[in-house]
Nanobody, 127 residues
């Protein structure tokens, strides 16, 4: 599976962006997908994840209520809708895929759980 993240950019605080993660490979629809982010000088951190069928999602407390993950199997794409953006959301955002179907919160919060990673897309939120 190859993942290609896009949609990053510069936005003012309070604004919105939608990131996309396009996947190659026919088995994409059976994978848990996650989003992570990494700010300069910080560890890569969990943002959210979605189960294979979109029926379950889970978010980090820092983005809960502002970010939404969805997926479109027909387009082999996962989305991260980011609203009410804050300067502290500034980071490189990565999508990742795990070759399991069920979203298990404690496992899928860990970057070690994921088998495939996209290249990252920069999100910058100005104050």
């Amino acid at each position: 599976v190859q993942l290609q993240a896009s949609g990053g950019g510069l936005v003012q605080a309070g604004g919105s962006l939608r990131l996309s993660c396009a996947a190659s490979g026919r088995t994409f629809s059976s994978y848990v997908m996650g989003w992570f982010r990494q700010a300069p000088g910080k560890e890569r951190e969990f943002v959210g994840a979605i189960s294979w069928n979109g029926g379950s999602t889970y978010y980090a407390d820092s983005v809960k209520g502002r970010f939404t993950i969805s997926r479109d199997h027909a387009k082999n794409t996962v989305y991260l809708q980011m609203n009410s953006l804050k300067p502290e959301d500034t980071a490189v955002y990565y999508c990742a895929a795990d070759r399991t179907t069920s979203l298990i919160i404690l496992r899928h919060m860990s970057r070690d759980e994921y088998d495939f990673w996209g290249q990252g897309t920069q999100v910058t939120v100005s104050s």
